[in-house]
Each structure stands twice: as structure tokens, then as C-alpha cells.
């Protein structure tokens, strides 16, 4: 069972007006994606060891209710498309304390080798196909929602 990415806001990430700064949310996302990896037993250190990338080719985020220092926040992610070859997620971040939703987002990746060349996973990688295609066939054939 994957588990929720969480934490709490540190000092550097906020602002004068003691919020956590616009730009750190996309950080947190590529935070929450490492952490997924890990726990799904391929962390992006054997990945790159493999001469295999995920580079960002969108992300997007929308801004709720912010986050200000040392508030605890838990990032849901989901899955919601993966062919082999690209790789789409969502995230909500969620205040643990109020839970109010503070924001949503997504990102969209491709798997490429070190040339940046797309590599099409069930072939060249199937161990990291079945990771990925295991989570897009849970609960008959729906995405996985990693939650609570």
C-alpha cells in the first residue's frame, strides 16, 4: 500500500507574508513523485542507474488556500494515464489540519533514455512497466488514487 506523501512546511519555502511560496508546490510535487517510486520499489536513483529518464513535459498547478510554516500537508496522488511511453499525474496537497485543499495540480512525463530518446518501458523495461501498469489496473481497470 502506498502511502500519502506528507510533511510540514519549512521556513525557507514561505514568503514575508509567511505563506509557502507559489513555486514550492511544484517542488513538492516532484517530491511526492520520488517518494511514489520509492515506495513502489523503483526510486529514481535505479532508474537514472538504468539509463532511464522521466523528464517533465507539462505541469500545471491551482492555487486554493495557502499553507503557511510548519503546517502539516499531505499530497494525494494519482495516476491518471500511462501508455508505456508517457506518464500523467495529478496531486491534490491537503492542510492535515484544517483539511482544506490548498492545491491541485498535474504533471506529464515521458520515459526517455539519456539521450532524451523516448523508451517505450514494456519493452526495454518491463519491470518498470509492471509498476506503472499494475496502479492503472487496480480496482478493475481504474487509475489508482494513492490516499488515506
Do not use: W
Amino acid at each position: 500500500m502506498i502511502k500519502p506523501y506528507s510533511r510540514r512546511v519549512y521556513y525557507y519555502e514561505t514568503d514575508k507574508m509567511g505563506i509557502m511560496h507559489h513555486s514550492n508546490y511544484i517542488r513538492i510535487f516532484e517530491e511526492c513523485r520520488v517518494d511514489f517510486l520509492q515506495q513502489a520499489g523503483f526510486p529514481f536513483s535505479e532508474m537514472e542507474a538504468r539509463g532511464l529518464l522521466m523528464p517533465v513535459l507539462s505541469v500545471d498547478c491551482s492555487y486554493k488556500h495557502p499553507l503557511r510554516f510548519e503546517d502539516p500537508f499531505e499530497v494525494d496522488l494519482t495516476i491518471t494515464k500511462f501508455n508505456g511511453v508517457s506518464l500523467h499525474v495529478e496531486y491534490t496537497i491537503i492542510n492535515k489540519d484544517t483539511g482544506e485543499i490548498c492545491a491541485v495540480g498535474s504533471s506529464s512525463h515521458c520515459f526517455t533514455d539519456e539521450e532524451l530518446k523516448p523508451v517505450r518501458t514494456k519493452k526495454a523495461h518491463p519491470d518498470i512497466f509492471k509498476v506503472f501498469d499494475d496502479y492503472m489496473k487496480n480496482k478493475g481497470g481504474q487509475p489508482l488514487a494513492i490516499t488515506k
